[in-house]
């Protein structure tokens, strides 16, 4: 019985996917060519704030610093 995930995987390779990621990777494009706008914009706030989270507080002071104590303004 086969089932149309079995790849032929050249484990040899490094640059071959294994089967499981590679359906993730098939489900995630998938997933994000349907995707509402609004949805996305949701899900990169919240990755783009759990990424400045793991940060040091001085380098995210740094970066805010960098946008917002200059001029005031944000183009």
């Not at 040091?56 to 610093?65: G, I, K």
């Amino acid at each position: 019985m086969s089932d149309s995930y079995s790849y032929n995987t050249d484990v040899t390779d490094p640059n071959e996917l294994d089967p499981i990621e590679r359906m993730c990777r098939d489900l995630v494009d998938y997933r994000i060519n349907v995707m509402p706008v609004s949805e996305m914009l949701i899900i990169c706030a919240d990755h783009l704030m759990q990424d400045l989270e793991n940060r040091p507080l001085s380098e995210v002071q740094s970066m805010h610093d960098q946008l917002f104590a200059g001029s005031g303004e944000v183009h």
